[in-house]
């Protein structure tokens, strides 16, 4: 949330929360659009597919095989089967079902089990009914959560690293939006390969492909509707084709019927060269052909330093700059000169670029209205970033002593903790239901603030900064411990935790003692470290708020007798694709069209070649066997013949109708390809065809 400043400190300045209504409006509307959609999604698959199937024939379902169908004696652990088929295996209520509600999953049970366990007094149907008023508002705020940290913890990192930094908008999508949003998932694909010799595989490619439809179809089309429209030139051309091939690789080796070391390397080395790629291209984009076009239209100078006109490009330089187009550089334009007095950007707060709907200027640069056509402020930014002075900031006065550091930075966090309760209460721009739904988030509003620290400009606060830092590591242990089944306060991670707590402790120290207090920004040197650091944490938010919502979706799923085959191609898939919604969303609502976009194609490579390669890898090394025989099912291949599908429609929308742009109507198109993908999915997951 952006800052500015407000009197009370013994320096005479404190850092104070500003409240853009704007924005929280946007997420309120956004959380009860989705959690409607999601409800609606519910209510029509329950209506459709609804009915008791208790004939236990989808025993192969579970996520071990059961050799003793016959005894039902597990001794109440059923930790080895799927939470979705719970009324597979105990269509009655009773004991077991209970048991099998609270040990399912690995030992993690249903988002409520208590619902299945009071069956001598209220059905399951009854305390459902009763549990849902909580159910939904639990839902909003978790759709608000979502939104909310990928654009106030999440987006401001990579927003400094592109703008302030300088680094590639694209690089950027290909390898940190990347990592963020599909670090969770190539780990449980690793997981999954690695638990389940047999059918682990299996269960990751139609996860991927899923997703690969779901992030490259629905969250693009989204991204399109919002952007209303994005450019389609090279750039996009080559990061579409990326996931292109990297089905059609894929595809190629399953069907062979093995993987093996080749394979593994195939995939990794495919991951690392598309980054290099993208880097490469994006580099000669600002340094090559933005000198060039400037040079050829004669800003300032036709000729070069010695009087020559600057060669044109030759058969290489050419391809390298079909694969570099930055997309909203048209032809015919040029960058702009720096002004003779150079300035800082500023990213956020009420003198911000970004401010508002990203339309601000910098102290002084004034924008032209008709760059919003082109992507807004960012656009700008992002092709000309070496026009302009992306600067250390304005360095403050630090504390004179430790007493005196402890004391501001004390006082630094309760002014900023109690102005931001204050705005979510009393802030007169904001109605009641907004101010509902900002209450009902200002717990998690104070474990993120105390969690994930943002050194930019414009969120900036020491002693903000310093708690995060201290905080981090505890919450990052309840992360892993939550979502990963690893408690580093056990065993032989206690060491290691101590020795990352105490680090974490012994910089918080360093920042309150010496970083700048005030409205003084951090040095780049300094702020870029912590920034990255931040970034990771936000991912792990993500990850969590997105794994409590798809917690949350299965039960309901549960209970409403939708069969777990079409909740996983359905709303699961919708849930597990939160994350990347929330943050691809994000950056194209801040004028980044072309890192969402890019994350779209980039996430989908990075989970099915990262995901496969080091699964499959460490399967090779946990079993000793390096060549894994596989076979391909009907819905996995399904998903992969939609992805390419997917693919050449939008370069077909974008290269031969659109002539270099993708307009809104691409977006329906894509939802109606991602509709007809889930008729097929379904068709076939009850056809002879499903195993």
Known sequence: MPLSSSPGDQHGIYRRTVMDPKRHRFHNKAAVGLTIVTLVLLVTLSLIFGEDHSSGNDSGRYLEDNNDNNNDDYNGDYSAFSCRYIYDKYPDPGAQQCSFARTCNGGEGVWAPWVFCHYDRFTVKTLFLMLSPVMLLWMMTLFRLLGSTAEDYFSPSLEMFSVKLGLPPRFAGVSLLALGNGAADVSATMSAIENDEENGYKLSLGALSGAAMMVGGVIAAIIVLVAGGVPCRGALVRDVMALLVTVVVVWRDLSSGEIGPSSVTLYLSMYFLFVCLVLVADIYHRKVVLPRLAAVRGEGNTEGEHGEVPAGPNAVQRVISTFSNYDNVPADETAPHASEEEDNIILHGPHGILHGNGSGVSSSQSMNPTEDENGGAYALLENHIDTFCAGDGSHGVSATNWTGASYDCRQEIMQHFYQAWEDAVWNGDINAAEKFMLICEFPFT????????????????????????????LWFAFYMYSGHDTNLLAGGWVVYFLIYWGLAIFVASLICRYAPGGESYMPMGVATPIALYGFV????????????????????????????????????????????????????????????????????????????????????????????EVSLSAPVETGFVFIILNCICIITCGVVVGKGRIDVYYGYVALGLYAIYICASIGIQFSKYAD
């Open 446 to 473: 104070i474990l993120r603030k105390a969690s994930i620290p943002i050194p930019c400009e414009g969120y900036y606060n020491r002693g903000v900064i310093a708690l995060s830092i201290g905080m981090s590591p």
């Open 537 to 628: 944490i936000a991912a792990t938010w993500i990850d969590f708020v997105a794994d409590s919502l798809v917690s949350l979706l299965d039960f309901v799923g549960i209970v409403l007798h939708i069969p777990g085959a079409i909740m996983g191609l359905t709303i699961l898939a919708w849930g597990n694709s939160m994350a990347d919604l929330s943050a691809n969303v994000t950056m194209a609502r801040k004028g980044l069209a072309n890192m969402a976009m890019t994350a779209c194609f980039a996430g989908p490579v990075f989970n099915i070649l990262v995901g496969l390669g080091l699964g499959f890898s460490g399967l090779a090394t946990q079993t000793g066997n390096e060549v894994k």
